[in-house]
């Protein structure tokens, strides 16, 4: 911290609203602090900035109470959020629990839609969390307990007596409910959010399987006579971890190799195919079922690391397959075979995916992507049953314009 200055002003003084990321004393050792001050004096400053008290609200209370005028140090301003330079002075003279950590760091990340770490004034929820040695996850339930918690449950967090897992369970209650549990003893209130969290579940399951039986029933085979496709991008969805993990209807790997990729490919033709790290010899034997003679892959660095057996795993692979005769790659168009590009929604890869296959063979106009998300890339057909077909983007415009002019009709030829 920069050298400060100590002065002397009339106490009367508002509080920083930065000033409350930390949890006021206990009754106990405010009425401690104030005696010592009445036998020792004030040995601590009390930190201020434009007249505003950052650091030292219990000093500033027990001197004011005792009638002594309190020492106070202005702060120079500097370009480093104040929530910061509050952490640094008061983290380590504090023993807090995590989850009064995840609170302050919760209160201390103000990053705004479009701010970042580096824009001025601003704290990023990993910054913060990191300054207060908690997770991402904890500091976000955190914020659930602010955003929804009844004053009473974010009070028994920030004094340590609920921890903030629990707590941000407890908040999805009514603010009457929340305030009844609280009554209960520590182990019913365990046995409580313990509940609530089994049937959050529960109730999340259930949606997901849902939404996984509205998109196996969009199922459709692969018409055979489809194609000829001199460029096929896949990304089959592997049965690896179970589809409630994943979201979406998987496949065996018996039924992904006998899909009939070998009729619709064309006799010269490129295969890249999506694989995680534990499936390489299941994707081998995909491309040997196909009809395609493997040749090297590409890896995707997602830039954050996530679970695994043996490593966390940050990558993905795209392998790439031939058949037939195909042009040569300029070398101008040959990429690097690590690409890096953040993670996004589960299984979406990166648009870059599209343009690098592009580049290395412009020549070849018939593409498709198999299990296709959305609606295909210009110039791409699209197989799958989330791909969205000229059809179905189609239909809702047709029926918002016959819905709004009931005496005018257009073919869907026509609107096209």
């Known amino acids: ?9 009339q106490p009367a003084m508002k509080i920083h609203e930065a000033a409350y990321l930390f949890p006021e004393m206990t009754t106990d050792a405010f009425l401690k602090l104030k005696e010592d001050i009445r036998i020792n004096g004030q040995q601590v400053p009390i930190i201020v900035q434009n007249g505003y008290l950052l650091d030292g609200r219990a000093r500033y209370r027990a001197c004011r109470e005792l009638g002594i005028t309190p020492i106070l140090c202005e702060l120079p301003e500097t370009n480093e959020p104040i929530e910061r330079l509050l952490n640094s002075l008061n983290f ?20 705004y839609i479009g701010g970042n770490q580096y824009t001025p004034g601003t704290v990023s ?38 921890n903030v897992s629990n707590a941000a369970v407890i908040a999805t209650l009514p603010e009457h409910a929340q305030n009844k ?6 182990k019913e209130i365990l046995e409580k959010a313990k509940a609530l969290r089994k049937a959050k579940t529960e109730a999340r399951r259930s949606q997901i399987l849902e939404e996984i039986e509205a998109k196996r029933a969009n199922n459709k085979p692969l018409d055979p006579r489809a194609g000829p496709y001199n460029v096929i991008l896949a990304d089959p969805p592997w049965d690896y971890m179970g589809e409630v993990a994943v979201g979406y209807p998987t496949m065996t790997l018996e039924d992904i190799c006998a899909m009939p990729v070998n009729d619709i490919a064309a006799e010269d033709a490129v295969l890249f195919l999506w694989c995680s790290a534990s499936l390489i010899r299941e994707a081998l034997a995909v491309i040997d079922a196909w009809g395609f003679t493997y ?30 005769k195909l042009p040569e790659v300029p070398p101008t168009a040959r990429p690097g075979s690590v690409f890096t590009f953040r993670r996004r929604e589960h299984s979406r890869k990166p648009d870059y995916c599209y343009e690098m296959i592009e580049s290395m063979y412009p020549e070849l106009s018939n593409k498709i992507e198999l ?30 314009i016959n819905a709004e002019n009931d005496d005018v009709y257009f073919s869907e030829e026509q609107a096209a």
């Open 92 to 111: 380590h003279r504090r023993h807090l629990e995590e989850g009064q950590r995840a609170m302050i760091a919760a209160r201390m990340a103000n990053s």
């Open 181 to 186: 549990v609280l009554e209960l003893s520590e």
């Open 125 to 162: 929820q990993k910054q913060a969390a990191l300054d207060l040695k908690v997770s991402v996850d904890s500091l976000q339930r955190a914020k659930s307990v602010l955003n929804l918690g009844s004053a009473e449950l974010i009070k028994a967090v920030d004094d340590g007596q609920l």
């Open 295 to 324: 040749k090297t892959q590409s890896i995707w660095d997602k830039m954050s690391a996530g679970q695994g057996c043996y490593v966390r795993v940050q990558h993905e692979i795209l392998l790439i397959a031939t058949r037939g």
């Open 1 to 9: 911290m920069n050298t400060i200055k100590t002065t002397v002003i």
């Open 371 to 400: 299990f296709c998300r959305g609606i295909p890339r210009k110039n791409w057909n699209g197989f799958g049953n989330e791909c969205i077909t000229d059809d179905q983007v189609l239909s809702p415009i047709m029926q918002m």
